[in-house]
């Protein structure tokens, strides 16, 4: 079983939705960091939840293409819009309580820290040797 599970698949679903943001997590100095990456999108228009040991970000990048516009004639047109929802299964040793976020130059970033009690079960165990 893997350690962090996307809830939903993401193969056809981006394409479906009209995008979907890219995302990493990244395991290191006793926590987790997921970092979204989101141009164009303002951090009033995301929204992030923990329900029932599932993280949720949802947000909402609004389209800026004006029809009509007198003096523009648009010849290529690749940016996405809409809405976008990723949700993760948070692994047991999450301190959910302690998840933090910022937002800056269009990237959001989580810190997901392991609890206490997670980082104190660590176990080395030692190899016998036949000789």
Do not use: C
Not at 7 to 22: C, K, N, Q, R, V
Not at 26 to 48: R, Y
Not at 79 to 84: D, P
């Amino acid at each position: 079983r893997q350690m962090f599970e996307a809830t939903i698949p993401l193969d056809s679903l981006a394409e479906a939705l009209g995008w979907m943001p890219a995302m990493e997590i990244v395991e290191k100095n006793g926590g987790l960091f997921l970092t979204a990456e989101l141009p164009g999108v303002f951090a009033k228009d995301v929204d992030i939840t923990v329900e029932d040991g599932v993280l949720n970000i949802r947000g909402e990048k609004k389209e800026e293409h004006k029809e009509g516009e007198p003096d523009s004639k648009y010849y290529v047109w690749e940016r996405r819009f809409g809405s976008f929802q990723r949700s993760f299964t948070l692994p047991r040793e999450i301190d959910a309580e302690k998840i933090s976020a910022k937002f800056e130059s269009g990237v959001l970033i989580l810190t997901l820290p392991k609890s206490e009690k997670a980082k104190a079960q660590g176990k080395k165990i030692p190899i016998a040797v036949n000789k």
